[in-house]
């Protein structure tokens, strides 16, 4: 039996299935990179919201526990346990003198300020100040 070397792809087509390729590799990779970049924004905002959420929460256990509304010094002291170590202890995220700090995996830090006002504990809030 004898084989027939000639069908098969030439040197033609297989160049210009890698430019096709190299093409759509040159689309998809910047696209991706956005992807990432929307993804870590959107987590950002999950934890924060959590935060709030923790907050509120401590707030109205301290009404029912001293018939006064308190917000903690540390808004990660609102947070259980377990997810203050994850946060935290991972070193993405941070507190320092009222400021929340986010390391993101690109190198920038996300900042927030945490408002706390000791004189009037009815009061705190955490507000988006930016990125370094």
Same mark, same amino acid.
């Given at each position: ?32 990179? %956005? ?67 986010? %390391? ?15 004189? %009037?504990? %009815? ?10």
């Amino acid at each position: 039996m004898k084989r027939d070397f000639r069908n098969g792809f030439t040197l033609i087509e297989l160049v210009i299935i890698m430019v096709i390729l190299g093409v759509l590799a040159a689309v998809a990779i910047p696209r991706i990179g %956005n992807t990432i970049d929307s993804s870590e924004v959107s987590a950002e905002e999950a934890v924060i919201g959590s935060l709030r959420s923790a907050l509120e929460v401590h707030a109205m256990d301290q009404v029912v526990m001293n018939s006064n509304k308190s917000y903690p010094q540390n808004p990660f002291d609102a947070l259980d346990s377990k997810s203050r170590n994850e946060l935290l202890l991972n070193g993405n995220w941070s507190f320092n003198n009222s400021m929340i700090y986010h %390391n993101r995996n690109d190198g920038t830090t996300s900042l927030w300020l945490y408002e706390h006002d000791d004189m %009037n504990s %009815n009061y705190g809030a955490i507000v988006f100040v930016g990125n370094e």
